[in-house]
């Protein structure tokens, strides 16, 4: 078997999926059941070799396509893996499916056992009904192999992909002498009403409570681009011999998912057992200063709180202005240093802090985050606000949140110089010391404080202290900094308004 393969694999130039003429593309998905077992103590761990398209004129000859994951004992797999290919009506388009139990990590398959095979044409699995055929395994002289199940669907041109995070709580316990080993499997719905396998998470081992590591999966292989099409959640405890106890399932959308961190995405998936969801785009790793967890803000989070929620109470409208920078905007990838986190660049602002922080989370969902880190572009749009108030009746603070590495340090400079008349986090900037320069100009004023967000994280995990302290640091110059500028632009306070007067209270005369 294994010479035929290395044959097919080698015969001729042709390349069936990079054919000139126009193709739709459909996704394979395989199934098989009642597999054959070759193995003594365990059940066979079966591997999916897929041949495709012949040649067109030498109709027994097929191309290698490719192969599944391998899926330990069971002898009823469904693979997570599929094959996308391009679909010709008017042409036929043989496939050929060959099935192994692994018993080993060898790439040669005569090494492994022969579970039998099945043939049919790409027609025939999209011109079935529900694009679904079942064709009984041969191959093995008087045995019966069982049956491979082929799906095929249309996809969608959705190009888009999301990264995801689960989170259990309380879920059930299933192991006599421990605590569960939980896993999800993913399978979203189809027009006949059954489901097809997307995704598979690791098992998280011994736990009651799992976090499971993210994961990014096209948006097409969840739900083929239909926002709204139903998407069957299932969590299993892990068992060695492949029969996984069933703890829990719950069905949502990928417009649900897309929510993110919030109370419509926690699940009922047992007795008091639920699964939470934190979902974002680009930082979804624990080690991410924007890792969005379910169970703490993140470091750029607990910042903006921190200094927002005082700062906001000396504001009037309590609408804020939110801007991002470094990072790819949807819809054609624009690397952008200045791009309002709402979304609306007409109109910026949010409402409180909390409008802050949500339009913050949102944006996580729908940019790609991506350097240089550039200042300059984000200074320049505030100045340009504050250059339209000359009376002193409005004075603006900009805080700035990074990670500390700044790659336009001379434009930056030139732009806090450049801040004369106006109202910006970096030691360089922080003119405590020396007054901050540019090409020979020094800036008017000490309008930079620098505070190092690391120097105030709490190590024993009290974050309403240690962001109180952040906080109180943050702001320490603000108010000199405001007295300094009225007092160099001659700005007097306003006239104190009269005195409150309580309202005359009728009097009632009783005769």
């Not at 499971?212 to 011999?241: M, S």
């Not at 069905?251 to 934190?278: D, H, I, M, P």
């Not at 921190?306 to 906001?312: D, F, H, K, Y």
């Not at 340090?409 to 106006?422: D, F, G, L, P």
């Amino acid at each position: 078997m294994s010479n035929t393969f290395l044959n097919m694999a080698s015969i001729g130039d042709f390349d069936p999926l990079n054919a000139a003429i126009p193709a739709t593309k459909v996704e394979i998905t395989v199934s098989c059941r009642n597999l054959l077992d070759r193995d003594t103590f365990s059940k066979s761990d079966p591997s999916k070799q897929t041949l495709t398209v012949p040649k067109p004129t030498i109709c027994l000859v097929c191309v290698c396509f490719g192969r599944t994951e391998v899926i330990d004992n069971t002898l009823n797999p469904d693979f997570v893996r599929k094959f996308v290919l391009d679909y010709f009506f008017e042409e036929r388009q043989n496939l050929r499916l060959d099935l192994y139990d692994v018993d080993s990590n060898s790439a040669d398959l005569s090494k492994h056992d022969f579970l039998g095979q099945a043939c049919c044409t790409l027609g025939e699995v999209v011109g079935s009904l529900g694009s679904r055929v079942e064709k009984p395994l041969g191959g093995i002289p008087g045995k019966k192999c069982g049956t491979v199940i082929v799906k095929a669907e249309e996809l969608s041109n959705c190009r888009e992909s999301v990264l995801m995070q689960f989170c259990g709580n309380k879920l059930d316990k299933k192991d006599f002498f421990g605590k569960s080993d939980p896993f999800l499997v993913f399978y979203r719905s189809n027009e006949d009403g059954s489901f097809t396998i997307c995704h598979k998470t690791e098992v998280v081992k011994n736990t009651l409570n799992p976090v499971w590591q993210a994961f990014k999966i096209p948006v097409r292989a969840l739900c083929n681009g239909d926002h709204d099409r139903t998407v069957k959640i299932e969590v299993y405890d892990w068992d060695r011999d492949g029969s996984h106890d069933f703890i829990g399932e719950f069905s949502t959308s990928y417009r649900e998912l897309s929510r993110g961190q919030s109370q419509f995405n926690v699940y009922e998936v047992g007795v008091c057992s639920s699964a939470c969801l934190c979902m974002g785009c680009n930082p979804a790793q624990p080690t991410s200063l924007h890792y969005m967890s379910p169970y703490q803000l993140n470091a750029y989070a607990m910042a903006l709180k921190a200094v927002g929620e005082i700062i906001q109470d000396y504001d009037s409208d309590k609408m804020f202005p939110a801007l991002g920078f470094g990072a790819k905007l949807p819809p054609d990838g624009r690397v952008s240093h200045e791009f309002a986190l709402n979304g609306n660049p007409q109109n910026p602002y949010c409402s409180g802090i909390e409008g802050v922080m949500e339009s913050y989370y949102q944006s996580l969902k729908s940019v790609q985050l991506y350097g240089p880190t550039n200042f300059s572009p984000v200074i320049n749009h505030v100045a340009r606000y504050a250059a339209s108030v000359k009376d002193g009746s409005q004075y603006f603070i900009l805080l700035i949140i990074t990670d500390g590495v700044i790659s336009d340090m001379a434009q930056t400079k030139e732009s806090i110089v450049n801040v004369r008349h106006t109202h910006a986090p970096m030691v360089e900037l922080d003119g405590d010391e020396v007054r901050i320069s540019s090409r020979g100009r020094f800036a008017e004023r000490d309008i930079v404080q620098f505070v190092p967000f690391r120097d105030y994280v709490d190590r024993t995990g009290n974050h309403i202290l240690s962001m109180a302290r952040l906080a109180k640091d943050v702001l320490a110059e603000i108010p000199d900094q405001f007295l300094s500028y009225m007092r160099t632009r001659g700005v007097k306070p306003s006239p104190a308004p009269p005195p409150y007067t309580p309202p005359a209270l009728p009097v009632h005369t009783q005769i």
